[in-house]
């Protein structure tokens, strides 16, 4: 079951350029999509979220871009800090029927920021 | 800001044993989830909770798990008969919404389940 999926398990970035984390998904009728951060030995923070009714949200330094023809997001962050560095998950619900509650996640990608 | 909670940290079992995991959401959520990640391995769900009984489960959430909220404040995850792969973290999340279905999960530091 690999709705989601995120291709990469690592990415390594400068302080200050800009990381792109990627992310595809297979399911169409997924409409709400998000992104986690995960420190070791802590359960995934909320980072960032969009809905399909949007292409684009930002918050901060942190931008999530979803495009629906492609089943692509993609969470951009700039400038990258070190304090970034963690394990970045992306996931996915339909508000559909009783799927709501059910998030699906990918299998993250770590990212260091280096100093 | 409320967090959601999870206790222990840490929990070593002999396999077959019976062990229970606890977890208080924020307060004023109305659903809840279980999710486990084995090492390596992405999170995988487990199981939704609304209104005092299962709203889904996943194919992994066989007869050997229970979930309960007891109280008006915990929410357990119960696993009758251990096995060696049950080895893993596990995490509560719960979530606010109501007429709102767009709204996250938020996750509990997990507790690491070790079956010796």
């Known amino acids: 079951d690999q709705q989601v999926k995120q291709n990469s398990p690592s990415l390594s970035v400068q302080e200050g350029r800009i990381s792109i984390l990627n992310c595809d998904y297979t399911n169409s009728m997924f409409d709400y999509f998000l992104w986690y951060k995960k420190y070791p030995a802590e359960g995934p923070t909320f980072l960032i979220s969009?809905?399909?009714?949007?292409d684009k949200n930002e918050d901060g330094r942190f931008t999530v871009f979803l495009n629906k023809s492609a089943k692509h997001l993609s969470l951009h962050i700039v400038p990258s800090q070190p304090g970034d560095s963690a394990v970045y998950f992306c996931?996915?619900?339909?508000?559909?029927?009783?799927?709501?509650?059910?998030?699906?996640f990918g299998s993250g990608t770590k990212l260091n920021v280096k100093p | 800001e409320p967090e959601v909670t999870q206790t222990p940290s840490h929990q070593v079992t002999q396999m077959g044993q019976e062990v229970i995991l606890r977890c208080v959401p924020i307060?004023?959520?109305?659903?809840f989830y279980w999710y486990r990640q084995i090492l390596g391995q992405k999170v995988e769900f487990l199981v939704s909770f609304y209104n005092n009984e299962i709203s889904e489960k996943s194919e992994i959430f066989d007869d050997q798990f229970s979930v309960e909220r007891p109280d008006g404040s915990n929410f357990t995850l119960k696993i009758r008969s251990t096995k060696l792969e049950d080895s893993a973290m596990y995490f509560c999340?719960?979530?606010?919404?109501?007429?709102?279905?767009?709204?996250?999960?938020?996750f509990g530091d997990g507790t690491r389940l070790s079956i010796l």
């Open positions: 996931a996915a619900s339909s508000s559909l029927g009783d799927n709501f509650n059910k998030f699906y």
């Open positions: 969009i809905s399909s009714i949007k």
């Open positions: 999340a719960s979530r606010r919404t109501v007429n709102k279905r767009d709204q996250p999960q938020h």
């Open positions: 307060s004023n959520h109305l659903y």
